[in-house]
């Protein structure tokens, strides 16, 4: 396991060398900075030619995507020496699958994507790897009996979040038993199937935490308050000890139905989410959730120095994974300042 310190330091799987397909020489990709901002002046390809990128984004529909769609127009640029077609897929497949049939039809020389589900992608997969353009997956993976579909997956590892937000409740609040309701991620999505099961794993040896009720809210904060609102009704709030929220987005949604019914959230129903995005810290420096385990977002500089390596038909790593802080309120107040999403 190698690790390669940035703004974060990644761990990297053991290195799978995979050859790749020596494209048309494009030149090397400028130099991306490691703060997930534009390179400041990054050199130009020495012939001039940009790297052509098409990317499919999963949607706008969270804190987190949006500080990790800027990291990634932020570092893919002109400057940087790339060529970047970015698409927003609204959260919908087919909308993701038509994107990346667009990119090969234009010929990019990179796709990348981050799939808004797991499953369903080996058509279009194929597909590229007939047109001989390779793929790289950010922030999510795909469920595929062929990795040689894509080149290289760079993403948290969603399980070990899911296991940490439920070491905590167990540690922290499972000394008593405690009912736990859950918001679940986009149904199907590998960080809500990950998060969920790292979740169960972590609470499984202790008896006195009880998944009373589970449901999807999509990642999204209007969806978020409307399956809290149910919860609410559904168990009765006498009922709730513990909300885990599968990102920060779903648990503020939840703190302002757990304020409209008059409870206190982060005292009458402690809240743990996962993303520690700006707004989610701030709730969680402000004493209205308990615990938040980081997914860092800024996946842009190491997304550009893997097309770069691809281009140039180098080895990359086949899974580089992000690792990710926690913070308790305390860690928050301190942290908040210098937080760059
Ligand atoms: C995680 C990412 C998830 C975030 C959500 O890497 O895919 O999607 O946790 C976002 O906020 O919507």
Excluded at 104 to 111: E, M, N
Excluded at 199 to 214: L, M
Excluded at 216 to 225: L, Q, W
């Amino acid at each position: 396991m190698t690790r390669i310190t940035g703004p974060r330091t990644i761990r990297t799987s053991a290195l799978v060398g995979a050859v790749l397909l020596a494209l048309s020489a494009c030149g090397g990709g400028g130099e991306a900075t490691d703060d997930g901002s534009a390179a400041a002046g990054g050199g130009a390809p020495a012939d001039g030619e940009l790297i052509s990128v098409g990317f499919s984004q999963v949607g706008a529909e969270s804190g987190w995507r949006a500080a990790n769609t800027q990291s990634i127009q932020d570092t893919l640029t002109e400057e940087n020496g790339f060529e970047l077609s970015f698409s927003d897929a609204q959260q919908r497949q087919e909308n993701q699958i038509q994107a990346i049939r667009s990119y090969i039809a234009q010929d990019v020389d990179v796709i990348a994507f981050s799939p808004v589900v797991e499953t369903g992608w080996d058509a279009v997969l194929e597909e590229a790897a007939a047109a001989e353009i390779p793929v790289v997956l950010t922030d999510r993976a795909v469920d595929t009996p062929n990795e040689d579909l894509y080149v290289s997956f760079i993403g948290s590892d969603f399980v070990e979040e899911g296991e940490r937000a439920g070491a905590w409740v167990s540690e922290n609040l499972g000394t008593e038993p405690i009912n736990v309701v859950e918001l679940q991620g986009t149904t199907g999505s590998a960080p809500a199937n990950d998060r969920k099961e790292g979740f169960e794993s972590a609470i499984a040896d202790n008896p006195n935490v009880t998944i009373t009720a589970s449901q999807t809210g999509n990642f999204t904060r209007a969806e978020g308050r409307t399956v809290m609102e149910g919860f609410l009704q559904s168990e009765g709030a006498e009922n709730i000890d513990v909300l885990f929220a599968h990102n920060d987005d779903m648990g503020l949604g939840a703190i302002e139905a757990i304020e409209a019914a008059g409870l206190v959230p982060g005292e009458d129903i402690q809240i743990v989410t996962i993303d520690a995005v700006r707004d989610g810290m701030q709730a969680l420096a402000d004493g209205k959730i308990n615990f938040i385990v980081e997914c860092n977002p800024l996946l842009g500089p190491d997304l550009a120095d893997i097309i770069t390596s691809v281009v140039a038909g180098e080895e990359v790593e086949k899974r580089i994974v992000v690792e990710d802080q926690e913070f308790d309120q305390e860690a928050a107040v301190e942290a908040l300042p210098d937080r760059q999403y």
